[in-house]
Nanobody
Framework: QLQLVESGGGSVQSGGNLRLSCSAS????????VAWFRQAPGKERERVSA??????????VYGDAGKGRFTIHRDNAKNVVYLQMNNLKPEDKAMYYC???????????????WGQGTKVTVSI
């Protein structure tokens, strides 16, 4: 059964760093587009970043929520996509979700497979 699992969330102070992981079973992430989104309570889901499959050149795009301080990276050997988040700010507090799709990549919410999310809290 295909499953995406996010991990790495937690509570950090403002200025701290976290690395989120998106691991998959039943799906080779190097053969899929993978994206990160986030959603804070009471707010709409935001686009963070996406990476295309290897055949597509592993192209990367950042949404407004991910520009400047976040980096997406895929480890093909481990079948994991990471989101490195640096210099975190209180406004980064949200539930972070990864999504994957073997036929789509990008920041539209069109991926077929979604994880359950990992929570990030940033305190002042």
């Amino acid at each position: 059964q295909l499953q995406l699992v996010e991990s790495g969330g937690g509570s950090v102070q403002s200025g701290g760093n976290l690395r989120l992981s998106c691991s998959a079973s039943g799906l080779a992430l190097d053969d899929a587009g993978v994206a990160w989104f986030r959603q804070a309570p009471g707010k709409e889901r935001e686009r963070v970043s996406a990476i295309s499959d290897v055949r597509g050149g592993s192209r990367i795009v950042y949404g407004d929520a991910g520009k400047g301080r976040f980096t997406i990276h895929r480890d093909n050997a481990k079948n994991v996509v990471y989101l490195q988040m640096n210099n975190l700010k209180p406004e980064d507090k949200a539930m972070y979700y990864c999504a994957a799709d073997p036929k789509y990549w990008g920041l539209k919410q069109l991926c077929v497979y979604w994880g359950q999310g990992t929570k990030v809290t940033v305190s002042i």
